[in-house]
């Protein structure tokens, strides 16, 4: 069996990449299975989409522990533990294809990797700025794994984006098929592996839990402002940076208008962005009258952060 | 003129009641306006909020609240109110809970609800006279799982149940005019790019008492397909283009609180969104961006005919 697990960031085409490459597998006489993790399927939220291709009936279901390959459309996630952790269960035997402007060396070494490590350089340019790869990762996808023809590839990408305008079809099968190409040196590099055998059976260790009052089983709970604790700001890719020189601490078009609240004014009145929670929509950068707000890469920022 | 302690945008509020850290989509509208709206509501609240994306803000054990919020199904959430408003009502006459430390009743739903499967909820409510205030956040469609249709979606939108070549073939029903049939005690539309004007009608309506809705527009980059960055500049179109009248109804009388003289033509807002992009490529489908300025235009000359 097949199993490739796509990730990156809502809006990416993640889920679109896997719809295609499950289709594709498809119409090369597979069983298929791909599905989208489900939940948090948020614009610039972190998630992941799997596929499953075998010649016999896929018993498996849920997660995927151990991937044949990986790809990954954005190398910010990959710091990241959310959703599991994008390098989670992968094995010397697997392939993890990053989509990265940084070469495949580097990377390996970065993350000391024992397996193959390859990558799609990151053009923007040719995803019209909107940060959609998900043909481009489909296309590179279909290609490693070896037995996906180009005729299964288009295919399956006309399938999926009917609906599509011509040019925005046209441009992603351009894409698609550039990623085919490029990826033909290492062609078939990702392998099958066997059906998991089910673990061994365990009796579960059930817990019982006697009948009790109704204060007892549905307590009340205060916890206000909970949600304090999750941390959207890793959602970022795109950082806004105030500067204090041009803002005229009119606090209330970036604090109005900034959708999760995250900016407000400090003693002095400058505003302040949290960016713990601060997701990166750069709404702020747009509505500043003064332009005192610009974006910066998240991985530069942290870079300077991390440099005295 | 009632009185406003929102003169200025320096008199909004500058910190913030709404938690960070919920899961709404990065620019989403509708977040936008329900922190703003929380900002004047304030604490003494408590939420009953039906199934769609924000569903997603409470989900045990994180919440942006600093008071309580109860989930309902799609279709009941004015009946949750219901029941939290007599169960405060009976803790108030028992003794129990002292009237000044009563709470604000607040239904948040999507169009979805609102305008379509909560709608006979919602018809119940207010022949019930219910003091309560219902927030629609209207991003025109079923946007939670992948914007199917809704009541809310405008003509021409392209959705992920409208894919053919001249989009969503219905028109957007009027939920602002079925809830003013029923003369309740107000009724308001919003929008987050106009955080000033939204602020003094939440001051209004958390003033009265009886069925209030509070209509506020959520620009949607996910189910709308624009960048998040363009959220305020889009909003600020759909009221610059009268195609989201900013108004409010009290007393018998509905009032514009934002006329744009002149209009900008309706056709730059919807290019600014990828569910109109098919009315502009291949081919320009003249007759479907007619049909759209048309209705618009129908819309003012009704109510500021001078223009």
């Known amino acids: ?308 | 003129m009632s009185e406003t302690i929102y003169r200025r945008m320096s008199d909004l509020p500058s910190t913030h009641l709404l938690g960070g850290g919920t899961a709404m989509c990065a620019g989403c509208g509708g977040l936008q306006a329900l922190h703003q709206i929380y900002d004047v509501l304030g604490t003494k609240t408590v939420f009953v909020n039906a199934a769609g994306c924000m569903t997603l803000l409470s989900v045990y054990p994180f919440t942006p609240f600093r008071g309580s919020w109860l989930y309902t199904a799609m279709a009941s959430a004015p009946a949750g109110a219901q029941g939290v408003r007599d169960a405060l009502d009976i803790l108030c006459d028992k003794g129990r809970l002292p009237r000044d430390e009563d709470l604000q009743v607040v239904t948040l739903t999507g169009d979805g609800a609102a305008y379509g499967m909560g709608l006979s909820a919602t018809s119940g409510a207010i022949d019930r006279n219910l003091d309560f205030l219902y927030i629609c956040y209207d991003n025109e469609g079923y946007g939670n799982t992948g914007q199917q249709s809704s009541p809310a979606t405008p003509h021409g939108a392209h959705t992920a149940t409208a894919t053919g070549p001249a989009g969503h073939s219905g028109f957007k029903k009027d939920l602002f005019g079925i809830w003013v049939a029923n003369r309740p005690a107000y009724v308001a539309t919003v929008i987050g790019t106009e955080p000033l004007d939204l602020a003094r009608k939440i001051e209004k309506a958390a003033k009265l008492s009886g069925p209030r809705l509070i209509l506020a527009l959520a620009p949607c980059p996910t189910g709308w397909d624009f960048d998040p960055q363009q959220a305020a500049e889009i909003g600020r179109l759909a009221v610059r283009t009268g195609i989201f009248p900013l108004k409010e109804y009290l007393d018998g009388r509905v009032v514009h609180t934002k006329v744009k003289r002149p209009r900008t033509p309706v056709e730059e807002y919807l290019r600014a969104q990828g569910r109109f992009q098919h009315l502009f490529e291949p081919e320009r489908r003249q007759d479907v961006l007619d049909a759209i300025q048309a209705r618009v235009d129908a819309y003012w000359e009704h109510w500021d005919p001078s223009h």
């Open chain 1, 1 to 308: 069996m097949y199993r490739i697990r796509f990730h990156g960031r809502g809006g990416q085409g993640m889920k679109t990449a896997s719809r295609i490459l499950g289709s594709a597998f498809f119409a090369e006489g597979f069983e298929v299975q791909d599905a989208p993790s489900y939940g948090a399927e948020r614009r610039g939220a972190p998630i992941f989409a799997t596929v499953r291709a075998a010649h016999a009936p896929i018993l498996e279901r849920g997660p995927m522990p151990q991937p044949g390959l990986v790809i990954v459309a954005d190398e910010t996630l990959l710091p990241m533990a959310a959703g599991g952790g994008v390098l989670s269960g992968m094995g010397e035997r697997a392939v993890l294809l990053l989509h990265s402007a940084v070469d495949a060396n580097t990377w390996k070494q970065r993350l000391q990797l024992a397996c193959r490590v390859l990558t799609l350089p990151l053009r923007l340019e040719e995803t019209g700025g909107r940060g959609f790869v998900g043909a481009l990762c489909a296309g590179a996808a279909a290609r490693l794994v070896g037995i996906v023809s180009r005729e299964a590839l288009e295919g399956a990408i006309r399938q999926e984006l009917a609906a599509m305008p011509a040019q925005v079809l046209a441009a992603n099968l351009t894409q698609a098929g550039e990623a085919y190409d490029a990826m033909k040196k290492h062609a078939g590099c990702v392998c099958e592996a066997p059906e998991a055998p089910a673990p061994g059976a365990v009796d579960a260790n059930w817990i019982d839990l006697p009948f009790e009052a109704a204060e007892l089983s549905a307590p009340d709970i205060h916890g206000a402002l909970t949600s304090i604790q999750v941390r959207t700001g890793l959602w970022r890719t795109l950082r806004p940076v105030i500067d204090p020189e041009r803002c005229s601490r009119c606090h209330w078009l970036c604090g109005s208008l900034c959708p999760d609240a995250a900016i407000s004014p400090e003693a002095e009145g400058l505003p302040v962005i949290d960016y713990e929670h601060c997701k990166g929509c750069l709404v702020c950068v747009a509505v500043c009258p003064r332009h005192a707000i610009e974006s910066i890469p998240e991985a530069q920022a942290r870079e300077q952060e991390a440099s005295p």
